[in-house]
């Protein structure tokens, strides 16, 4: 099996345990728009990630199965009360739980996936349970504060770039670098891999952030599956826009200033600000960023001894610099 | 000391915790809203019966009041986003967050409560940490599945008092039982004494919720707080309703039926209602209720040495059922 299929493995591994996860049937107007959520596919790079670092520190796979099952319906609870907050109507091509159902449906749905995430995760045998469930937590208390900067960014028109960074990495890169510092906790490994296998994914975290960032303007339309430049026509403060901001001059940062101002950009300027983009070299600056942290990922990976397992994490970061979706 | 001031001080230490317990100020639209809500006061029922059952079986309650505080903080989550979903104006005489605030904030206050509440429980040292947080996790599912329920209930005509009691099981007395069997799994009880403390918090819980039904009724409203009669305004089907829909006939059948057919009744009419009530018996019969689960909750305290912490068992189910508001 070369990387992209052992890929898929692990994939179909948490897919099938993710289905068996939810028996119960009701209250069906909770256990319906769960399973919808939980069947709505994604890319399970949190798992996998968690997967591969157990087996990277020489734990067995088998064993943080149930954790990773608990790392994906956590990332599916701040899907659902993410697309709340933001007024998302579809996600991965299909109606958000709050546009098919209503916003209570959907609060209760978030709330109810946290509970069972901790359910699948505490069912894992490990003498590290204690730190394993805090480490967790502390997880969700970072998605949570992101989060809220994220909402308090949207009013504000004075972000900067370090703002930007500082609400991603609790975001996004925070859970990331959490599921594989949990999946080297299960695995038993040193102090020292524990703490590498953590920074590992918190670089491949914020990588991937930049690039989804990036690719909302760079991505081929029929490739990404959506609209590009969805963001700047949301108005969202990405790193692009506001690199953009801090270099662009005269008519081109007065156009920038208006997507700020007006709380979004015109559909049809979105050739216009790309090249801005372009010239201001923003996207450079991205792909450059995205590079640094693959880079700086891969070399937490050097005191581990050769192994599939580590062959994959490099692969990994890769497959996540790369990716054209 | 008394119970009641014992009471008073096992109050104060949960509540002296709970305000060491937030110190960090930012992003202020999370934590602002956060600390308002659980400086909001409340009877902080749940902390107290987990340290005083931590203490019948032999614990110390100092060891304990970490689990506590986390209890009070889930049980906050819930009130948070339940007031959403009920589209509460004020709750404990104060607004509500989704209302001083807004909705996103309250969802993210509500997500980072729970978050929270896991930090501080996590906190606890205790050879039976992975039962404790599993006990704590089937609490918050169930509470969850309870709120589906409840909102269900709110667009069936069909509701019956089975129904009615299967989701008070759940949103209401699961987590008073799993209060109980926490604090017992921290003093290291045994199986048949944490068994019986778990059971002695569903008695009281479930007997707690119909009090509140009943109180609703016939409070007095200068003690009560708040207008008497809002669950027939507001057309909640408690028990009170549901077991009057059972029993009256003719046009006294009528009038509830239209309570349920228009999603609520008319204020005006409550001394109507109050006295179909009567004449039904049903306000006996909650009475009659609460009585036998007090005193079954009662029951279970006989297995227990004689001590300070049973006396203050004893005493908070009698509390609760003679409670005024």
Same mark, same amino acid.
């Given at each position: 099996?070369? *990387? ?5 493995h692990?994939k179909s591994l948490?897919d099938h /345990? ?17 399973? +919808? ?16 670092? /157990? ?88 998605? /949570?504060? !992101?989060?809220? +900067? ?15 960074? /500082? ?11 959490? %599921? ?54 949301? !108005? ?29 950009? %015109? ?20 792909? *450059? ?35 054209? +979706?």
């Open positions: 099996m070369n *990387c992209q299929q052992k890929y898929v692990y948490v /345990c993710l289905e068996r996860f939810i028996t119960q049937q009701k209250p069906r107007s909770l256990y319906e728009p769960l399973r +919808y959520v939980l069947a709505g596919g994604g890319k399970r790079i949190r798992p996998v990630l968690l997967l591969l670092s /157990c087996e990277a520190v020489g734990g067995k796979a088998r064993l943080a199965v149930q954790a990773a099952v608990g790392i994906e319906i956590l990332h599916n609870f701040t899907l659902v009360h993410d697309d709340i907050m933001d007024n998302a109507g579809s996600r991965r091509g299909k109606s958000t739980v709050h546009t098919k159902w209503d916003t209570n449906v959907a609060i209760l749905v978030g709330d109810e996936l946290l509970a069972l995430a901790y359910r699948a995760l505490l069912q894992t045998k490990s003498p590290n349970i204690q730190e394993i469930a805090k480490v967790f937590t502390e997880g969700v208390v970072e998605v /949570c504060e !992101g989060q809220a +900067y994220d909402n308090e960014f949207e009013t504000r028109t004075n972000v900067t770039v370090h703002d930007y960074l /500082c609400m991603i990495e609790k975001k996004t890169a925070k859970m990331v670098a959490v %599921s594989a510092e949990i999946g080297a906790l299960i695995g038993n490994g040193t102090r020292a891999s524990i703490v590498a296998l953590r920074r590992y994914g918190q670089h491949v975290g914020r990588a991937f952030q930049i690039q989804d960032d990036l690719l909302d303007i760079v991505a081929e339309e029929k490739e990404f599956g959506k609209a590009v430049g969805g963001d700047l026509v949301e !108005g969202k403060k990405t790193f692009l826009l506001l690199e953009a901001l801090r270099r662009a001059r005269g008519s081109d940062r007065a156009l920038l200033r208006d997507v700020v101002k007006n709380n979004g950009g %015109s559909r049809r300027l979105i050739p216009e600000y790309r090249r801005i983009y372009q010239e201001t070299g923003v996207l450079d600056a991205a792909r *450059c960023r995205i590079e640094q942290d693959i880079a700086q990922a891969k070399a937490e990976l050097h005191r581990f001894p050769s192994s599939d397992a580590r062959a994959m994490l490099v692969w990994f970061a890769d497959m996540l610099l790369n990716r054209t +979706y």
